[in-house]
């Protein structure tokens, strides 16, 4: 896992070509009446999926038959986000997740079928996370941080008594990975890098810590066995890429169960280990593998051409599996597929049916090299109104992270900004995940030098195409794409004509010391990776911060930000928003006071998103503005 401040979109856009009377042109609000969905866990009888969608404007909670494919709305929140995490067993009650105003302090809650609800962890500054069900089904199994708010304890709650005991006390500020189902194990991990980690076997009953990471790399959990006599993990140790292994807790050896030319991302068994999934990070896009766990074979399985499938998870009598699935073009939707019957059934139909999929575009990967010559991936996605005849603005798009991906998936912002008439490249530069690990260690101490030159160079690739207007091409981004944003913007003031900070960090001092404190297991890791702020570092971080530059920026600025931020503070926003208007640089600045990293609230989303377009339509298309800006 890397480098988590967050992103908040990730972009990709495909090449096709048409006539411009042929694309349907749509507003801010079509795209944003398109239905976000998530999660979606079977009921008892299995024939229910209780999952989260916006379609009120707010995630809510809403239930759908699967034969039937009724939709029933079993919240009615106006205000924050519920994020339902479980029916609970044998009930038609629900376990959800809901925070304040994007704070991310979450407390799981328990609502019942008659509209009861109940606040599991009900502590002012709880932060709680749904971990799972024990085998039995009869205990939940969570994390709390009420004890210390830098740490998380494991705690398991009586569901029918509502009675919660501490499992294990987190005195070395590890994480949680995996609980065997008798209850003796546990696997921890003590994050060294945003690359590196070490690995522990935990046995609760003799109090015992062992080392499994024998070697220097990246360690995950996927899961115990039943018998409780082994455990999976992902690893790159030796390899390019991660791969699945298998350990044996006797003998303490481990095996290679699963490996590929991608890295193997996520992996577990089905309830009594009929099957096993294995989820592929595939350039851009997940795959899966379902593998019969007797022949270690891989079995039937319906295909996705060109899809994203972002989620998945088995029925307990291991004969359903629920997906997740959408593409550039197509927003997630809920499927059921059937072992048995090998049938496939559409829950959901999350695009909106005023806009016609012919109108949107298909991202596709590309690659170029940048200033080094290093090949750079990347997801485009080129307006299909777009011609030599018809040149077009772009802008360069760059994830969040540090460390996160551009990926083949569904954003309501970019199908609408390509929609209107823009080009957009979303870069994959050096320190984005999906790449093997040498390509994500590239950043390392290096941040807005090197894969600040990707992004340009991703300009000048841009630049190369000859339906791209070469002097109208700008630069967006979220989170640490945010920061990307305003460092060249900052430090390459001539290559941007415009420049969209969502909420990014201009003040890296800042932001490293004032981390939220559920965050202290991740401390060390982003120091080692972005600097020590009370160390020598301190002057790098100062030298690559964009507020103390803020007099080189010479082109307009976009701002926008969630008062509740607990990750990029607003005061971020607010000064580099101050230092520009100080510099008479033209800016426009956004804020909402009810949301964080982030934005959940489809009429916050309507109104800023609708705002870059407005922005980027006076910077990079109005004659009179850009022969200004271009003097």
Not at 119 to 145: A, H, M, V
Not at 436 to 445: A, I
Not at 549 to 566: E, F, R, S, T, Y
Request: glycine share 8%; aromatic share 12%.
């Amino acid at each position: 896992m890397k480098k988590t401040l967050t992103a908040l979109i990730i972009v990709f856009l495909g090449c096709q070509s048409s006539s411009k009377k042929q694309v349907n042109n749509y507003d801010i609000k079509d795209f944003f009446n398109n239905i976000s969905v998530y999660g979606g866990s079977f009921s008892s009888d299995e024939e229910r999926l209780i999952y989260s969608s916006n379609e009120s404007g707010i995630y809510n909670v809403y239930e759908v038959g699967i034969s039937s494919g009724t939709i029933t709305k079993l919240s009615s929140s106006e205000l924050e986000s519920f994020f339902v995490q479980s029916y609970v067993p044998a009930s038609n009650d629900f376990i959800y997740t809901a925070d304040k105003g994007g704070n991310e302090i979450n407390h799981l809650y328990l609502q019942k079928r008659g509209g009861q609800t109940i606040d599991l962890t009900p502590g002012e500054n709880e932060k709680s996370i749904f971990y799972k069900w024990s085998q039995d089904n009869t205990f939940l199994y969570y994390l709390s941080n009420k004890r210390d708010s830098k740490y998380f304890d494991l705690y398991k709650m009586d569901i029918g008594r509502l009675e919660s005991r501490m499992v294990y006390e987190n005195k070395d500020n590890l994480s949680l990975s995996s609980i065997s189902n008798n209850e003796q194990y546990l696997l921890l991990s003590e994050r060294l890098t945003t690359s590196e980690n070490k690995f522990y076997l935990f046995d609760i009953i003799k109090g015992e810590k062992k080392e499994i990471s024998t070697a220097p790399g990246s360690y995950s959990a996927a899961g115990f066995s039943n018998d409780n006599k082994g455990f999976y993990f992902i690893t790159d140790v030796g390899k390019e890429f991660t791969y699945l292994n298998k350990y044996d807790i006797k003998t303490s050896e481990s095996t290679v169960v699963f490996e590929t030319n991608w890295d193997v991302m996520y992996s577990y068994s089905s309830k009594n280990e009929k099957y096993r999934i294995i989820g592929i990070n595939e350039d851009g896009k997940n795959s899966i593998q379902v593998i019969d766990s007797n022949s270690n074979k891989p079995i039937e399985f319906p295909s996705f051409e060109n899809a994203d499938i972002t989620g998945v998870s088995f029925s307990e009598s291991e004969q359903k599996i629920r997906l997740s699935v959408g593409s550039s073009k197509m927003p997630n939707d809920l499927f059921v597929y059937d072992m048995e019957t090998k049938s496939l059934v559409k829950l959901t139909n999350s695009l909106n049916k005023e806009i016609d999929p012919k109108s949107l575009v298909k991202a596709e990967v590309v690659r170029y090299q940048s200033f080094d010559g290093l090949e750079v991936p990347a997801i485009y996605y080129k307006p299909l109104i777009a011609s030599s005849q018809n040149k077009v603005p772009a802008m360069v798009w760059v994830h969040g992270g540090p460390g996160g991906q551009s990926r083949m998936n569904f954003n309501p912002l970019i199908q609408y900004l390509t929609n209107s008439g823009y080009a957009i490249l979303a870069v994959n530069n050096r320190g984005s995940s999906g790449y093997g690990k040498n390509f994500y260690k590239m950043d390392d101490k290096n941040h807005g030098d090197k894969d600040l030159q990707d992004c340009i160079w991703g300009k000048k690739w841009l630049q190369q195409q000859d339906y791209i207007d070469p002097e109208r091409i700008g630069i967006i981004g979220g989170s640490y794409g945010g920061y990307m944003t305003m460092a060249a913007m900052t430090f390459t003031p001539d290559e941007f004509k415009a420049g969209v900070n969502i909420f990014g960090v201009t003040n890296w001092i800042r932001t490293l010391k004032s981390i939220p404190p559920f965050w202290e297991a991740s401390r060390k890791a982003l120091y080692n990776e972005l600097g020590d702020p009370y160390s020598q570092d301190s002057i790098r971080l100062k030298k690559i911060s964009p507020l103390f530059h803020a007099k080189q920026v010479k082109n307009p600025v976009m701002v926008l930000q969630g008062a509740n931020d607990p990750r990029v503070l607003q005061v971020e926003s607010d000064e580099i928003i101050a230092e520009l208007k100080k510099n008479e640089i033209p800016v426009e600045y956004v804020i909402f006071e009810d949301e964080g990293h982030g934005f959940r609230k489809k009429e916050n989303q309507i109104k800023g998103y609708g705002k870059i377009k407005g922005f980027l339509d006076f910077y990079l298309k109005s004659p009179a503005s850009f022969s200004k800006n271009k003097d």
